[in-house]
């Protein structure tokens, strides 16, 4: 007699065989983990919520063009839905400006508006974005873009465990607190601060000493006496107001020296971490604020000579024989130095070089 009680009631298959409720039951349960498993590995990759940290040093929300590419990258992967977002922290206000780098690679920050030549002390090479005299203006800042130079220096930066996002070259000017800069020799005794070593170098050649702090710092450094002088981007000449401290300022006109590459940055580890679609987005997201800068960069020279004008600073630029003469002198001290101490530093700079 076959047992009907609960515990123990069977019922016949085709062949006779007994099965219990409960054995009949694994194979459905095995059916629906399956069909789970199967939908978790068919969902759409967009359902992974990824946030990332952008750091910069710039101030936030009040119309620097780094800022807002970086707000603008932001708001269009926002837009693009695709479970990231971008968190942003302007004004050195979660990692100080020179190091940004390193909180990529700590996993501190994930994304930057950085100037390259700030990690220079990690990669010299860097040293070469920041040359004097070796980018002539914003036109041929966008052939550099696509050159063997770029090509190498890009490479370095990606084996430094950093991706770039977005390329931006800013013209810049020099400052002075005395008096107007336009010869070598009128730097002779001023203490300078100097946006990088390369620059730093030709200073020195002309007889200057070298303060050595971020732009972020420039304004306290020019009001406490600190510095008489400075060489920076024609952005931050606005943005962090140097017009309450300088009594002229050499603007980029027809002769520019100083040009920076200070492209938007994330860490490799970081982009890897996302998917197709967010890597999608961001990247058509990078592009738009990269052709945003690039029609905003000459507005910046001008915006800067416009305020400074406005604020009673007065505004001169080189002439050809005044730029020439800066060059003798980048040639002998940034270019020599480079040229000598940084691993393939000679033909970086011929590849910067035959960039016409």
Known sequence: MIDTTSAGRRQWNSRGEGTSRRARGLP?????????????????????NVTLKASHQFPGGKGDVRDEMVQMIAREVAAAKVGLEIKVFPGSSLVKAQEQWKAMQTGQIDMTSFPLDYASGFHPQFGATLMPGLVKGHAHARRINDSAFMKDIKAIIEQGGV???????????????DKCIKRPEDAAGLKVRSAGSTFAQMWAGAGASIVSIPSSEVYNALQQGVAQA??????????????????????????????MYEPVLISKKSWDKLNDAQKKALTAASKKAEDYFEAESKKLDDDMVATYKKNNVEVVTLSDAEADAWRAVAQKTSYKAFAEKVPGGKELIEKALSVK
Do not use: I
């Open 28 to 48: 459905r349960m095995a059916a629906l983990a399956c069909c789970a498993l199967a939908a978790a590995l068919a969902a759409p990759a967009w359902a992974q």
């Open 230 to 259: 400075t060489d920076t981007s024609t952005g931050s000449f606005v943005s962090f107001r140097l017009y309450e401290q300088l009594k002229c300022v050499t603007a980029p006109g027809d002769n520019a020296l100083w040009f």
């Open 163 to 177: 991706h770039v996002l977005a390329d931006a070259w800013l013209a810049g000017a020099f400052g002075s607190k």
